[in-house]
Each structure stands twice: as C-alpha cells, then as structure tokens.
C-alpha cells in the first residue's frame, strides 16, 4: 500500500486562484516532499520539507507539515495555466542501511483560463 | 548539464516477451532507482542501483532485473511481459546512495499487447 494519500484525486480552478491539495502518510518520515507531473512525463522535484520543520516556502509554493496529524499540504497561489499538472507527495524514510521514498497516487490540477 | 536521459521514448510488445529500457543519469549522480507508473497512480520504485549493485527493492517479481554500469548508467529488464506490465517507467538519479532529492527522466511508455 502506498505510505502518502494526497486529497481531492482532482481539482479545477480558475486562472489566478489558489489551489490547496493534502497528502496524508501513516508512518514516522525524514521528510516529505511535493513532485510535480505534467502529461505524463517525468517528475519534477518541487520542495522538501524535513520532519522538523512546520512551513516551507518556495516563490508560489507554500507548503506545512503537521507530523503528529501525519498530514502536509501544498498550496499554489495565483495559480496560471501552466500549473496545470499532477502534483504528488512522496515521504522519505531512512532505516539503518537504506532509504525509502514513497508516493501517493496524486492530485491532478486543471488551471481554467 | 545534462538531465537525466531515457530510452526508448515508447515501445511496443507483445506477451511473453521480453524488453530493456536504457537510463543515463545526470551529470555527477552515482545512484539510479526506477519506477513502474501505471495509468492515474503514483509511481511505484522496483528497485535502486548504486556501486553498480542492488541496494534495495520493491514489491516487484524476479521478471523485473536490473544493471549499473560503472559509468552508472542503468538498464531495467523485463522477462516474460505480461499485459499489467503497460505503464510509464521512469528513471531517477540522486547521488550517493540516499539521495534525497531525486531528479527524474522523461520515462518510457511501454504498452504490452
């Protein structure tokens, strides 16, 4: 089963709204991080969070962690066209010799013009 | 500098057959995962190269064998396709074993008739 859940499965908004999507997890993390998918091609890496800390930002992206809820959630502001995509949380979790990262099945975003 | 390259882009196969899908790191990475992505899920990591071995795997079966190059480069092997086999693959390249940032290839598509 997959460590991160992200909600809703798909989101429509308007041209300059915000857009807010949420991934959940059910064990301990390192980290937890946000990848972006346009059409089905390769994964772009978005920002990294670290189980220590609570809010990140990066130009539009805003994304908390609430580690005792399980819980991050990504927040695009002023959405455009191009941020038109699939948006995964993936959690990164290191035990003694490896490290695992793990992805929730997405949130797929459609930026209305 | 040079992103991470996959090929082919797409291929076509058939039941039973079998297929190798070719995945050039970026420029100074030393660590290659890979990942089924089937249709509307989040990908799923079958297995990690580095020091041209298998560090860790996923739930994938003994069909799904790999390779690492001492240019670190990576092949994936599928024997014996089988139609659940049809999804994205998608290479990742991160550096020094437990990457934390991941940068991934285009994938190839693969579709099993």
């Known amino acids: 089963s997959q460590q991160g859940e992200e909600d809703p499965q798909a989101l429509s908004i308007q041209e300059g709204e915000n857009a807010t999507m949420n991934c959940s997890y059910k064990t301990s993390i390192n980290n937890l991080q946000w990848y972006r998918q346009n059409s089905g091609r390769g994964l772009v890496h978005l920002i990294l969070i670290r189980s220590n800390e609570r809010e990140k930002h990066s130009g539009r992206l805003r994304v908390t962690l609430d580690t005792s809820k399980k819980s991050s959630s990504l927040l695009i502001t002023a959405s455009r066209a191009a941020d038109t995509a699939s948006y995964f949380c993936?959690?990164?979790?290191?035990?003694?010799?490896?490290?695992?990262?793990?992805f929730g099945a997405g949130t797929t975003v459609t930026v209305r013009a | 500098d040079a992103g991470v390259t996959q090929s082919p882009t797409h291929l076509i196969k058939t039941r039973g057959q079998q297929v190798t899908l070719r995945c050039s790191p970026k420029s100074g990475h030393d660590t290659v995962s890979w990942y089924q992505q089937a249709l509307g899920q989040g990908p799923q990591f079958i297995f990690q190269?580095?020091?041209?071995?298998?560090?860790q795997r996923g739930n994938f079966p003994d069909r799904f064998s790999g390779h690492q190059f001492p240019n670190y480069s990576s092949e994936l092997n599928v024997n014996a396709l089988l139609l659940g086999d049809s999804a994205l693959y998608l290479c990742a390249s991160s550096l020094g074993g437990f990457g934390e940032t991941q940068y991934f290839g285009p994938g190839t598509r693969l579709l099993v008739l």
């Open positions: 993936a959690t990164y979790q290191i035990f003694s010799n490896d490290y695992k990262l793990s």
């Open positions: 190269y580095y020091e041209e071995e298998e560090r």
